[in-house]
């Protein structure tokens, strides 16, 4: 039953029936002008105020107070139902609602599977079909959590969905299923919005240099680990974009919006971007349908007289971000990006811009979206259609018609497949033995994705190796292969899988974990190449084992069989020299058996520590392995995605406890308590007497690890003599035209490429790798390989680039020099990485140079 309607002024659609402008006061939102309507509200129906006890825009509203108002609105409106779908890494619960009319809620199982023939049973649905049909929308806000208004503008559509009356909005409810995720990072929020209001007095100031305005390091942007989540749509390494990758795949959207904020002193952006930085795997229907969309966003923002453009910046590029994974779904998905006041207001190129303004335009583009589906609705569910009835014809026409993974290194490539199969690819154990490059492939030993399959698009993309592109300047990063990242072998298959394709596989879990050769009497012997090994290890460490480090190759006896272990075993003595000290053997056993089932790692039991050829267990080449305590730099300056990217390795993954050390505190601290520090890239590590302080820690036994622009620093600072050479880009622009320098320099840069590597496999920081890697490379500085004999762990070949950009000039430049550099200083050692090591978490491949340097820093 309604009750007397409370008019409101707002305005849903752009291009709608005359309207008449009302007063501000009349908004549940403070605005500096009119704003058009053309609906009334409930007046049962809470508002926003009522629910969170402030005007949306008159302060910085929290997670938990925007989840307490959808939970709220869907108590009261037989319009909204409101889901959780994850819970962020500091316990926050995300939420989504899904809005429509009362009828389509009443029959809504029934419209997702009518939905779900679109991409399942395409050339079964007729247009006649589509007419019938409400197109998904799906409408993401502040991915980074301090970028705010977008989450407030969420609050004021639901309200607007929930309570609005009208012909308008009835009309949109009847032919769309609108999903609100209002928070898409809630910890980042969190940590912003504690900022702002927390700094702020009862008169909010415009000035930028006011605390207010400028959040400590490493600011809200971030997930809790420091994570970039809207990069995490492709790999899926966390669980805010797992949850949100659920009910994308649950609803199979047509249309995503994504909603950002930008520098204060630009204007509105929405797309298309920059048409020449298109993904060349993306229908040419997506870029038609945002051309005919942006006409909506233009016409709802000139009628409130906000500045805006398209087509300068940005692009539809990398598929992990959020404006440009549905395009590889059979979706559109649609960039907004707002000036950011940050604060309440703040003074700008353009003049004073309020926290409010920003959340109109939000809002204004939020209403121009839905009336744009209401209007293309059926536009966009043919080409949703259409994008999957093409998926045959896309798959013939590529040469492989399988992928087949290797199983060599089982946990990254289940960890692989896994993320794949999160994005609906299907993928199959390997049924019949098969002979492919040289390599017999065994059932049980190997994966089959075939390429015939619904996201055929979606797996070339994540699959592909690309080396040539259309233009030189990215966005983002140039490649994301799958393979590359995760370092795994993956064969192409050219014939019809059919007869290799056994049965499908359910959602993968890890597993392959094994005792071989029951109880030891003696020692176990763990093989160092599954990824979760260091996992193992450290439990080991800290039940107090002390574990030796095998440095050269050996054969023994395991049940009677000789087996060969390579370098980089780890051997766990059931009684050590300090018996007392040492857990019982019974202890053991039970340990040996918790890191089978619960790391995945294969161990051997050993009987006697004579080996059957090479070193005996006790020889001088084993080294007793330290328990690593770890510390990290970090403060301002540094990449807080460096170090969330180490941070998350060793605590989520590893379940190692890290120390976070600011740098401004590096030369007073108490270094003694750590034996290893990791120091990553961005800036500075701290002055003179930090450089002189760590040194000196190096050589009392420390192992300092230093990735990426950190290796600047340390050589800047000589705690270790060795040449990073810059890349000299002065010739690119010498006598070139003003407007074309900022196009030549960003040609020169590297945004983000998979080189290879050569490795010293028979060096401690190489044990578990193979003689080559892919290493993920940002920027073009250059590491000279060192003199020191023994100390180049990996350097480059001359033809390095296996996928991505990068100018002929870097590679010439690159080629040659080194990569990782290990080198011993008094009784500890120093390592310098160039590259980076666990980019995004799903570079899995080379993460082990990583923890063989903090677990085996000291054994060279």
Known sequence: MFTTPRCVSLAILAGSLPLSPASS?????????????????????????????????????????????????????????????????????????????????????????????LSDDPEAVTDDDLAGLPAVVYMGYSIHGNEASGSEAAILLLYHLAAGQGPDVEALLDSAIVIVDPSLNPDGRSRFVEWVNGQRGDVATSDAQDREHNEPWPGGRTNHYWFDLNRDWLPAQHPESRGRLEVFHNWRPQLLTDFHEMSGDATYFFQPGIPSRNNPNTPQQVFELTGRLAQYHARRLDRIGSLYYTKESFDDFYYGKGSTYPDVNGAVGILFEQASSRALERNTDHGKLSYSQSIVNQFAASLSTLAGVRDMRVDFLRMQRDFYRSAPEVAAALPTKAYLVSLQHRTRAQAMVRTLQRHRIQAYQLAQPVRIDGVDLEPGTAYVIPVDQPQVRFLEAAMERVTSFSDSLFYDVSTWSFPLAFGVEVYHYGSDPARLMGEPLDTIGYDGGEIVGGQAEYAYVMEWDRFLAPRALYRALQAGVRPLLARKPFTADVAGAATPFRRGAVIFPLKGRDAESSPPAEEIHDLVRLMADEDHVIIHALNTGLSLAGPDLGGSSTRVIPLPRVAIVTGSGISAYEVGEVWHLLSHRLRMPVSLIDHERLGRIDLSRYNRLVLVGGGTAGDSVAAAKVSTWVEDGGVLIAQHGAVDWVLDHDIVDEELRPTDDSTATTGIPYADVSARRGARAVGGAALAVTVDTTHPLAFGTGAHVALFRRGTAVLELSDTPGA????????????GYVSQENLADIGGSAAIIARRKGRGAVVLVQDILNFRAFWYGSSRFLTNALFFGNAF
């Open 25 to 117: 006061q009349d908004l549940p939102f403070p605005l500096a002008h009119e704003f058009e309507v053309n609906v009334t509200y409930r007046a049962d129906m809470p508002t926003p105020q009522e629910v969170i006890g402030h005007r949306i825009g008159t302060r910085h509203t929290r997670p938990d107070q925007l989840v307490d108002y959808f939970q709220t609105l869907a108590q009261a409106s037989d319009r909204v139902i409101v889901r959780q779908h994850a819970t962020s890494h500091e316990g926050r619960p995300l939420v989504h609602a899904i809005v429509t009319s009362p009828a389509n809620q009443a029959r809504l199982e029934d419209l997702r599977r009518q939905l779900h023939r």
């Open 792 to 803: 180049n762990v990996a350097r480059y070949p001359a033809e390095p680039l296996l996928s």
